[in-house]
């Protein structure tokens, strides 16, 4: 039973139960110096409690944790309140109680539900009693001024605490998702359809400026081989450092993704074919010059790559074809080059190039 929303709330707990030790100790001391002698005892059983209850939370109950406080708060607020009167603001604390139990990753709704009417029914005694309204011996109204404003703040903090939490949980699980959406998880590249919506808006950008862009394929040569062997666990590294290395070699506004099992699709805006040459080539021999340590070898790779320019009006599905082709033809005229083809699929100037 430790899921991540089972430690979260743990987490979350275990902050509050000594944030409310704390606050006891403070609140026992200002008893004592006060003159309430039954409110500072209160206070220091209180301490006694919250120090168990963070020893026992090691085991992870927090069910236990979570009723035992509500029962502290409400008879703490009612001997508070019996003393000093509704002014002093001890109820405040009831309200801090709500989140608890609603982020209470265990209890389904009908569970929350009925904890939230108990403690709405023990706020109704608090607030409609003579005798919480009242105290028997309240404050001089400046001491009652500090103590309302201290209650008021720290049961605010408490819940403003408690929100903050949940607020960045919750958004670090949006980021989650939406990497999960956008990213290959093995290489953090982008994946196939992140990239499909990119393509879409550099073609949006190409029809406008005119100016050129250009589709780079590329595919690892011998890849079977690697896993072959060395073993699956080898090959995801090499694709790993692979990506790494692909990367780096690449300007910001570049796009690049994992398109299938170790074939990388790069899509280059304003950029031409002799750019793209350039690039293609400097990624071979990035990754030459990068070789894979595992165990006692050292594994050096090569690709194969194809690049076609895209003109406003080309079809990208049309220019993807012609690209494959290209590697195709590479990988039959013996792999580790780069081919040209014009997004028609007809290949143009140098078909094969070596140079690294
Ligand atoms: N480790 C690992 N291997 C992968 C992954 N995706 C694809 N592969 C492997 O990549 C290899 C691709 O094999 P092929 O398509 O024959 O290509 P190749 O061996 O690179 O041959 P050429 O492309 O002709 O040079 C297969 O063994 C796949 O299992 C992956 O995510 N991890």
Redesign the pocket.
């Known amino acids: 039973m430790t899921s991540p929303a089972h430690l979260r709330y743990l987490d979350l707990i275990t902050h509050s139960v000594w944030a409310a030790l704390a606050l006891h100790v403070a609140f026992g001391v200002f008893f004592a110096l006060t003159g309430f002698r039954d409110l500072a005892l209160f206070n220091a059983g209180s301490v006694a409690l919250y120090a168990l209850l963070a020893f026992q939370l090691r085991r992870g109950r927090f069910t236990v944790t979570l009723l035992l406080t509500t029962v502290e708060v409400i008879l703490h607020a009612r001997l508070a309140l019996s003393a000093l009167g509704f002014e002093s603001g001890f109820q405040y604390y009831v309200f801090a109680l709500i989140p608890a139990a609603f982020f209470h990753p265990h209890w389904r709704l009908p569970a929350k539900l009925v904890y939230l009417a108990g403690i709405a029914a023990a706020y109704a005694t608090l607030d409609l009693s003579p005798v919480t309204q009242a105290g028997a011996a309240p404050l001089s109204p400046d001491t009652l001024l500090w103590v309302r404003t201290f209650n008021t703040f720290a049961a605010f903090g408490f819940v403003a605490y408690v929100t903050g939490f949940y607020s960045s949980v919750a958004r670090q699980a949006e980021n989650e998702l939406a990497q999960l959406a956008t990213l290959d998880p093995?290489t953090g590249l982008y994946n196939r359809r992140h990239m499909l919506g990119m393509v879409e808006l550099e073609l949006a950008r190409l029809e406008r400026s005119g100016k050129p862009a250009t589709l780079l394929m590329a595919?690892?040569?011998?890849?079977?081989?690697?896993?072959?062997q060395h073993g699956?666990?080898?090959?995801?590294l090499?694709?790993k450092q692979i990506a790494r290395c692909l990367r780096t070699v690449m300007r910001r506004q570049d796009h690049i993704a994992r398109w299938?099992?170790?074939e990388f699709l790069l899509l280059l805006p304003e950029t031409d074919l002799e750019g793209a040459r350039v690039l293609a080539d400097k990624l071979r021999a990035r990754l030459a010059g990068k070789p894979l340590n595992w165990n006692d070898a050292s594994l050096t790779f090569t690709l194969?790559a194809a690049i076609a320019q895209l003109q406003p009006g080309d079809d990208f599905l049309a220019a993807l074809s012609a690209v494959d082709g290209g590697l195709l033809q590479g990988?039959r005229e013996g792999?580790d080059c780069v081919v040209t083809v014009s997004a028609l699929g007809e290949p143009t100037g140098p078909q094969v190039a070596r140079a690294a």
């Open positions: 093995l595919d690892i040569d011998n890849f079977k081989g690697i896993n072959d699956h666990e080898c090959g995801d090499a694709l299938g099992g170790e194969t990988k792999k």
